[in-house]
Each structure stands twice: as C-alpha cells, then as structure tokens.
C-alpha cells in the first residue's frame, strides 16, 4: 500500500515480506554491566537476520571478557577489542563502517530495544526506498527489565528529508534519543559516518545530513528504543551543561550545511531558522534565572569576578545569541530580557507578568512533550 509523504498509514501490525539482515554495532566502555542485557535484546529480536558488532574502547572493568563470553556462546556476536581508548566517535564509525548488513542499527552498551522494533523499522525501510533512516519512540528506563513495552503500531509516517530538516531547523532540537533509529547501510555509506568535531551532537549532525539526501520514517505507536538513564551516561557528565549543548548544537546545523544540507532547496533560509531559534533559546534561558528569583543562577550582565556562582551564565548566554544572530536584539526575548534587567531579580520572580511568563513557559514545554510523544517531532 502506496504512503505519500507526511502522512500516515493506519493499520495492524506490519512485519516485513523477507528476512532483512540487520547489523547492529554496539559500542562499549565500562559498561559491562550493562552489556549482556543489551546484546540479548538484539539477538532476541525476531522477523529479522541480525549480526551483533561489540566495539570495546579500552574497558577497564569486565567489559571484554564478557563480550567475548557472548561471541563464544553465539556466532552471531563478533568482537573488537581495542588496547587504548578511541573515543566514542572513532569507535562509532569504525563499527558502523564494518558492517555488511542491508540496514544498520547504532545501540550504546547501556540501552536496549524492545521485542520487535528491528521487524518494524525494517517493514517501513522496506516499503519505502526513498527512506534513508527510519526511527521511533523511545522509553526511558532506570531500572532492568525495563517497563512493559508498548508494542501495537498505530500508524506509519514518511516525510520528505527536506520537511524532516525544516522541522529540525525550526526547533532546534534533537528530536531523537539513538537507540530507536535504524539505518539504510547504502545511504549512510554515502553521508559518511558522526563527526569527532561534534561528540555531543554529532547524532542530530547525521540524522540531518541523511534528511539532506533521503526521506525520513517513524513508526508510530510501539516503543522502538529503550533508553537507560543513569550518572554515568555521556549526557549527565561529559557533555553536560547548558552552554555547551546550545554551542554543539549551532555547530551541527553549521555542519550540516557545509555538507549535503546546502544542496538542499532554501538551504540558506533553513540554517537561518536554525540560528535565530537557538538565539531565542539562549535569551530564554537567560529569562529563566530572573523569574527564578535564585542568587545563585544568574549573574547581571557585564559584572563578573564578584564570587557568585552562576548555574545559568546570563552574560554567556547573551554572548552567545548575539553570535549565533546578529540580529538578537530583535527578538521579542531579548525585549523581555531587558525588561528583567530593569528590576531586581526579586522583583522580577515577584510581578505578575514574569510570574505568568513562566507559568507559560512552562506549560509550553508540556505540550511540546506531548507534541513529540506522539508525533516524533
């Protein structure tokens, strides 16, 4: 059954018309406690031929000894064991360029994927050629086993890589965790693989360059990834903070555009949407420690050194809009920015209109939640 672009197919359960061969790299370090139950959820996976890469990078605790107790008990799990640490990216390219598979699944040692998620992305990458990557909902766990998957697909959407890619520009977000995605080899084999100019973002940079040259696909309805959330995870340590998010992510769009993204049409006005999106984002945030009224998240502009610590670092913020667009003091949150400023920080978190705007704010980010959950975007 024929799906045109950005809509959507509602029916039963759909399980691709042949085997497919699915490779899925699974890169790892010091998460062997993790490993067995991630790898086991792959092999476990059915409708598909499944072959499971482990990327070792250096682990110091019994990472390789069990990857290559799970090589030994299956001839489907094969192993990399490298003898200094690579860093994420290399380990990421160098196990997504060894694989042979017609599709590609990147799943970090900590995560894993519900029963059947492999079937059904591949269903839909079968359907539809013109898709290079196809992803899902993910759920976030803490606990193992994880909580019953939802597994029933309401409905299938494929929109062309130009919408998927306004849509990312227009928000200016990764709308996409990692483990619910699955790749087409061929169109990744011609983007190329994650950049090491971006170990925060280099997956928004790859998901945008594949929307550059091939359509995108959702499965609608089941969970298609499950997403482990602990202390140790790259996002909570490494690559935490808020300025270094808003930086890594205006370095993804830029890439993107150097790349296969300024071929596309208006790709000009697209990467203009992106930057004045993160310039709003930035004066925002900066909004946020006003009517937060807390000492101790914001600092006034142009006064530093004075010994307060600044969670929310308001001159940076402000630097970084009016970087990443020139024209930030344009922008209605830089005109409510000046507004705070005008007032205490008491005062600020005190008035009626700045008490609303969070409440606002607030609410706004509900229905954005909601808005993802159920469309992916």
Same mark, same amino acid.
């Not at 370090?29 to 499971?52: A, I, K, M, T």
């Not at 555009?257 to 949407?273: E, I, M, T, Y």
């Not at 984002?281 to 004075?306: Q, S, T």
């Given at each position: 059954m024929a799906l045109t672009h950005a809509?959507?197919?509602? /029916?039963?359960?759909?399980?691709?018309?042949?085997?497919?061969?699915?490779?899925?790299?699974?890169?790892?370090?010091?998460? +062997? =406690?993790?490993?067995?139950?991630?790898?086991?959820?792959?092999?476990?996976?059915?409708?598909?031929?499944?072959?499971?890469?482990?990327? /070792?990078?250096?682990?110091?605790?019994?990472?390789?000894?069990?990857a290559s107790a799970l090589a030994e008990a299956d001839s489907r799990v094969s192993v990399v064991l490298h003898e200094r640490n690579l860093g994420h990216i290399a380990s990421f390219n160098e196990g997504l360029w060894a694989v042979d598979g017609e599709y590609a699944v990147l799943l970090c040692a900590d995560d894993m994927l519900p029963p059947g998620s492999l079937a059904r992305a591949a269903a839909l990458l079968e359907a539809h050629p013109s898709v290079g990557f196809v992803y899902g909902r993910p759920v976030e766990f803490c606990a193992v086993p994880p909580p019953p998957p939802r597994l029933a697909i309401k409905s299938w959407t494929v929109w062309s890589g130009r919408e998927w890619l306004a849509l990312r520009c227009r928000s200016g977000v990764n709308c996409i965790r990692h483990p619910e995605v699955m790749m087409r080899s061929s169109v990744l084999r011609r983007v190329g693989g994650f950049r090491p100019e971006l170990p925060h973002t280099g997956d928004l940079e790859l998901w945008m360059r594949l929307s550059a040259v091939a359509d995108v696909g959702r499965v609608?309805?089941? /969970?298609?990834?499950?997403?482990?959330?602990?202390?140790?995870?790259?996002?909570?340590?490494?690559? +935490? +903070?808020?300025?270094?998010?808003?930086?890594?992510?205006?370095?993804?769009?830029?890439?993107?555009?150097?790349?296969?993204?300024?071929?596309?049409?208006?790709?000009?006005?697209?990467?203009?949407?992106?930057?004045?999106?993160?310039?709003? @984002?930035?004066?925002?945030?900066?909004? =946020?420690?006003?009517?937060?009224?807390?000492?101790?998240?914001?600092?006034?502009?142009?006064? =530093?050194?004075?010994?307060?610590?600044? @969670?929310?670092?308001?001159? @940076?913020?402000?630097?970084?809009?009016?970087?990443?667009?020139?024209?930030?003091? =344009?922008?209605?949150?830089?005109?409510?920015?000046?507004?705070?400023?005008?007032?205490?920080?008491?005062?600020?978190?005190?008035l009626p209109p700045f008490f609303v705007s969070a409440g606002v704010r607030r609410a706004a980010g509900k229905i954005r939640a909601m808005r993802w959950r159920r469309s992916g975007v």
């Open positions: 809509s959507h197919r509602s /029916d039963g359960a759909v399980l691709p018309t042949s085997r497919h061969r699915v490779s899925v790299v699974v890169p790892c370090f010091n998460y +062997g =406690r993790f490993l067995r139950d991630c790898v086991e959820s792959v092999l476990s996976q059915d409708g598909v031929d499944v072959d499971v890469l482990i990327v /070792d990078n250096a682990s110091d605790d019994d990472s390789p000894a069990i609608n309805g089941p /969970d298609q990834g499950c997403y482990r959330v602990h202390p140790q995870s790259l996002r909570r340590t490494v690559y +935490g +903070g808020l300025l270094t998010d808003l930086r890594q992510r205006r370095d993804a769009f830029a890439w993107t555009f150097k790349g296969p993204g300024r071929l596309v049409a208006g790709a000009g006005a697209l990467h203009d949407s992106a930057r004045r999106v993160l310039a709003a @984002e930035a004066l925002d945030r900066a909004c =946020r420690a006003y009517d937060r009224g807390r000492p101790d998240l914001w600092a006034p502009w142009g006064r =530093r050194g004075h010994g307060v610590h600044s @969670e929310i670092p308001v001159d @940076e913020l402000v630097e970084f809009a009016c970087d990443v667009w020139p024209e930030a003091k =344009r922008l209605p949150q830089w005109r409510k920015l000046v507004r705070r400023r005008r007032l205490s920080v008491r005062h600020a978190q005190l």
